[in-house]
């Protein structure tokens, strides 16, 4: 499994735990599928849990709602923006 | 303003606390009273007013100096482990978890004589403040 199917998955995994969606395994939720407008159906509320849960796991603080909007359209996205922060905030090492 | 009570988003007679004071910027404290009048099913006090309570002063500290008005939006995790007597004085202090946008995450809990008796986790909805601008710490009863 590549990095970045570990990071959708894990991010997944984050969400049915946080969100409490018990009846969902990380099977059921597509990459590309939409968290709030349809799909999922998330709202405002789960918006906040999943900046509380960028800071806690991954140490990505969220500040600016418009950016939000589009980083958090689907788990694609949103693994982008993951591997995106923790690539500035861990630069690799030089040889 | 005054007091803090002021700045809770209902007034006597939906006010639920009967003082406020602000401990930090993301923390309030309040007191309960519970009379008599509060049984109004002539049993018992209602067990969720702990919970309006604790979101009227959250209210206060986020929505204090706004014009704008606040609204509870979501209750989780509300447990309740002992309901509220009469004649009880019960200390309530509510903390600010997380705000995003518009949308505020609070921890209350309640407390007679030390001991915890209710808490919950809830949300407030409603315009973003300017939080650093809100008043000094107040009590007033």
Known sequence: MSNESTLRRKLKELLIERLKFEDLTPDDIGDDEPLFQGGLGLDSIDALEIVVMLESEFGIKVKNENSARDSFRTIATLADLVAQKTAVEQPQEQH | ?141
């Not at chain 2, 609070?106 to 949300?123: N, V």
Request: glycine share 10%.
């Open chain 2, 1 to 141: 303003m005054t007091s803090w009570l002021q700045s809770l988003p209902h007034q006597i007679p939906f006010r639920a606390a009967s003082s406020a004071r602000r401990i930090d910027q993301n923390t309030i404290e309040g007191t309960y009273l519970c009379s008599a009048g509060d049984a109004l099913s002539g049993v018992q006090p209602m067990p969720m007013m702990l919970i309006e309570a604790m979101a009227q002063l959250g209210g206060g500290l986020v929505f204090g100096e706004s014009a704008a008005p606040g609204f509870l939006s979501a209750i989780d995790e509300a447990r309740i482990q002992s309901p509220p007597e009469v004649g009880d004085a019960l200390l309530l202090r509510v903390h600010l978890e997380a705000q995003f946008g518009g949308i505020f995450r609070f921890q209350g809990e309640a407390r007679r004589q030390g001991l915890e008796i209710a808490s919950a986790k809830f949300y407030l909805a409603g315009a973003p403040t300017q939080r650093e601008a809100a008043p000094s710490s107040d009590e007033a009863c």
